[in-house]
């Protein structure tokens, strides 16, 4: 076990975790902190320490509202449940898993990034204990990174202060965390060229721009992006910011905080800026800057301007269902001849307006994760993408008092198998599900391929890749089961037809 070890910048030590086989190492500066000067700019190397730094707890949160504080809020109770969690805006840490047990294991690497929308979220949350899937061989590492106005806040002066990295600075974190890992993570006994990047929500979104920018071809081999995929479907649509008017939010922000320059803006501090941001509630993501992303996202994914590695993705069965926003079968019709002109009328017929216009608006609603995924997927399997790719649905009860269902994020206790740390009364069906799921992605990390064994032996479910001819997902609802699912009706309709 490697109990210490050195990284560039000097010597870590890192401590056993339940299992004392793994080793974690909490709160590894990856990057100068992010203050003063270097408050909206591209992340700088971490200076040298000396002597040995002990790495035993998780460093502060990223700037951001205080977790745990809304009891209503679902999120609150089921991991963001401690106001009091330390907050800062040096907040460029990473932590690693590592079941190796010399430097020369050269293990698979598993790299991490939370979501939530760019705005919340943080490594410390309990569900993202890298511990169960390192106890099958793998090294994982958790990124923090800069959220929000910290992350995503871009000016004028900033643009031209940094022409190189004008933008998208918590998106550059998230690089320079994984950079970092592949200069360093053989000193943990990972394979500085087996690097699968993952992440969920605004996470998976974050590992979709890390595949469509070039620089990281050396970087990563694989990529899993847990319900993050997402296509516009029914307008109105949300609008996407160019640079040039994240710029213009930016000088706006500048006029609400009183202040003329970057300078002053720099000078005011980080729970001024926090508190003031809370107010206005603005949303800040990424932007296409023209140099770490050159469209959004989805986008250059639909040219096929990504890292062609095998991909993981999927979502779970009651997330984010998409379906217009009319208020009468007049402007339902309306909305569909904008949205698809002369093939309008079959689109009307198949959510059939006969039974009034809710029950028209539900025919038409559909899984919006799914219908991306479906989207992409063709066009990757055209344009000779050779992946490949495999395709989840994850929909099993979830038990407790607020019978939520399959809810965004709720996956997440099965992927990293954390059951035991949630308060909800989940019982061996649940435990089952949850040690197959993370067979399954231990597996990917390590190979690209899901498929092998479960723990006593027997082989788990074939899992095949999604093709067009074979649209194959895996469903995890009482146990996992492979199901071939043209699709059908509404989103077969909606899927010939996207545009």
């Not at 919340?120 to 890298?130: K, L």
């Not at 479906?374 to 019978?403: Q, T």
């Not at 992927?415 to 009364?425: N, V």
């Not at 890749?465 to 649209?471: A, E, I, L, M, R």
Request: charged share 25%.
């Amino acid at each position: 076990m490697i109990k210490m070890t050195r990284t560039e910048n000097g010597l870590v030590r890192g401590i056993p975790a339940a299992d004392p086989r793994i080793i974690a190492y909490k709160g590894v500066p990856f990057a100068a902190p992010p203050v003063g000067n270097l408050r909206w700019k591209a992340p700088q190397p971490a200076t040298n320490w000396a002597g040995v730094r002990d790495c035993i707890e998780f460093a502060p949160i990223s700037m951001q509202n205080k977790p745990g504080e809304n009891k209503e809020d679902i999120y609150s109770r089921e991991w963001n449940v401690d106001p009091e969690i330390p907050m800062s805006e040096d907040c460029l840490y990473l932590n690693i898993w590592t079941p190796a047990e010399s430097e020369n294991d050269r293990l698979p690497v598993f790299v991490w990034y939370f979501g939530g929308g760019l705005q919340v979220g943080n490594t410390a949350e309990m569900e993202f204990d890298g511990e169960r899937i390192a106890s099958r061989g793998i090294v994982v590492v958790t990124i923090n990174y800069r959220v929000n106005l910290f992350g995503f806040l871009t000016h004028p002066e900033i643009i031209k202060e940094s022409p190189e990295a004008p933008a998208n600075f918590g998106n550059l974190d998230q690089q320079f965390g994984l950079m970092w890992t592949k200069r360093n993570i053989a000193a943990f006994g990972g394979d500085p060229d087996n690097i699968t990047i993952g992440g969920q929500s605004a996470g998976a979104g974050s590992v979709m721009t890390q595949l469509t920018c070039p620089a990281n071809k050396p970087y990563i081999q694989k990529a899993i992006i847990d319900s993050g995929m997402m296509l516009n479907l029914y307008p109105p649509f949300r609008p996407r910011l160019t640079l040039e008017e994240a710029a213009k939010q930016g000088e706006e922000f500048f006029e609400e905080l009183g202040v003329k320059t970057l300078a002053e803006a720099r000078a005011i501090p980080a729970e001024v800026l926090r508190d003031k941001n809370l107010q206005g509630r603005r949303f800040w993501g990424t932007v296409a800057d023209g140099i770490f992303q050159t469209d959004i996202a989805i986008n250059n994914i639909l040219k096929g301007e990504l890292l062609d590695v095998p991909i993981l993705m999927g979502h779970t069965r009651d997330e984010f269902f998409a379906r217009p926003r009319v208020e009468s079968i007049e402007d339902l019709k309306a909305l569909a001849k904008e949205t698809f002109g002369d093939k309008a009328d079959s689109f009307m017929a198949l959510i059939d307006t006969n039974d009034g216009l809710e029950k028209a608006l539900e025919n038409a609603s559909v899984s919006g994760i799914e219908y991306a995924i479906r989207v992409v997927c063709r066009k990757l399997n055209a344009l000779g993408i050779k992946g490949p790719h495999y395709v989840y649905d994850f929909g099993p009860e979830i038990p407790g008092w607020d019978d939520p269902g399959s809810f965004h994020s709720s996956d997440l206790w099965f992927w990293f198998e954390t059951l035991a740390k949630c308060w909800r009364p989940f019982v061996g069906k649940h435990y089952d599900l949850a040690r197959q799921m993370c067979n399954y992605w231990a597996n990917f990390i390590r190979s690209g391929d899901p498929n092998g064994n479960d723990a006593d032996g027997t082989p788990m479910e074939k899992w095949e890749p999604f093709t067009d001819v074979n649209p194959v997902y895996m469903t995890f609802y009482e146990a996992p089961k492979s199901e071939v699912r043209p699709a059908k009706g509404i989103m077969k309709y909606l899927v010939d037809n996207h545009s």
